[in-house]
T-cell receptor, first 112, second 113 residues
């Protein structure tokens, strides 16, 4: 595609429900990142996928968070039993590993 | 782990004023350096990048940044800001192998018309 696409753009969910956020990276990009942007907190690294290597999950804040990347392309970030502190903008980025990261528009998650 | 510090959290300038935003990183090896900008309601976009070569890098919209290895710094500058530069600016660093991007906490710039 022309850019990184994320869906949904906005998600409101009730506390305790599970949510899935989707990222379609730029075609051919081998690396994919998830970041979380909270108000006044900057960008918090969550997880990094590079080709067929084991993902770097070191940024996931708890075991309620998981992500997968199927076929080296689309990625899904899943948050189980959502909490109010999970409210943030979740950003996906991809890169061909030789240049800058290209970001999607993000998914604004609100947990009520 | 690497860290990136942006000491200015909120900057307010009048149009035509000069801008310098600080960025310091902690990593002793080869680094790749970036400045990203996020205009209100838009996604993060690359402003400029440094991989190697001339440490003074020119980007879009009249922005430039200087890599000073001895100071672990990559400060962003613009001689004369415009109202349209109102945005949030993020400094980012990766290692030589372009794995994890480490971001600073961002600097909100408000330019008064």
């Amino acid at each position: 595609g022309a850019g990184v696409s994320q869906s949904p753009s906005n998600k409101v969910t009730e506390k305790g429900k599970d949510v899935e956020l989707r990222c379609d990276p730029i075609s051919g990009h081998t690396a994919l990142y998830w970041y979380r942007q909270s108000l006044g907190q900057g960008l918090e690294f969550l997880i990094y996928f590079q080709g067929n290597s084991a993902p770097d999950k070191s940024g996931l804040p708890s075991d309620r968070f998981s992500a997968e990347r199927t076929g080296g392309s689309v990625s899904t970030l899943t948050i189980q039993r959502t909490q109010q502190e999970d409210s943030a903008v979740y950003l996906c980025a991809s890169t061909d590993s030789h240049t800058e990261a290209f970001f999607g528009q993000g998914t604004r998650l609100t947990v009520v | 782990a690497q860290s990136v510090s942006q000491h200015n959290h909120h900057v307010i300038l009048s149009e035509a004023a000069s801008l310098e935003l600080g960025c310091n990183y902690s990593y002793g090896g080869t680094v790749n350096l970036f400045w990203y900008v996020q205009y209100p309601g838009q996604h993060l976009q690359l402003l400029l990048k440094y991989f190697s070569g001339d440490p003074l890098v020119k980007g879009i919209k009249g922005f430039e940044a200087e890599f000073i290895k001895s100071k672990f710094s990559f400060n962003l500058r613009k001689p004369s800001v415009q109202w349209s530069d109102t945005a949030e600016y993020f400094c980012a660093v990766t290692g030589y192998n372009f794995n994890k991007f480490y971001f600073g906490s961002g600097t909100k710039l408000n330019v008064k018309p």
